[in-house]
């Protein structure tokens, strides 16, 4: 069964930072492309940043520049470190993975989320 567990929300004061760290049990984990997505109320689910299989990267406007994308595929794990944190960033992060590769065919998985609020 595949897992995704997500770690390191909490509270953060504006224009502090985060490290999210999403461990993953994934069969050949180097296949999938690594993602955080986020959700705020009323809102919808919207893509954070992502690193591909060969580590290209690609980050919403909203946190670019301020926000890094990473993997390790030795441990199976990606992160997502973002700093200048404001008010629009306060959400639940969820870690997802997919892949649509020859050898695993098309598969998605979700992480249950992790809370991150921004309030002084």
């Known amino acids: 069964q595949v897992q995704l567990v997500e770690s390191g929300g909490g509270l953060v004061q504006p224009g502090g930072s985060l490290r999210l760290s999403c461990a993953a049990s994934?069969?050949?984990?180097?296949?999938?492309?690594m993602a955080w997505y986020r959700q705020s109320p009323g809102k919808q689910r919207e893509l954070v940043a992502a690193?591909?299989?060969?580590?290209?990267?690609n980050y919403a406007d909203s946190v670019k520049g301020r926000s890094t994308i990473s993997r390790d595929n030795t441990r199976n794990t990606v992160l997502l470190e973002m700093n200048s944190l404001n008010l629009e960033d306060t959400a639940v992060y969820y870690c997802?993975?997919?892949?649509?590769?020859?050898?695993?065919?098309?598969?998605?998985?979700w992480g249950q989320g992790t809370q991150v609020t921004v309030s002084s």
């Open positions: 997802n993975a997919n892949t649509n590769s020859p050898i695993l065919g098309r598969r998605e998985s």
């Open positions: 994934l069969n050949i984990f180097r296949l999938y492309t």
């Open positions: 690193i591909t299989s060969g580590g290209s990267t």
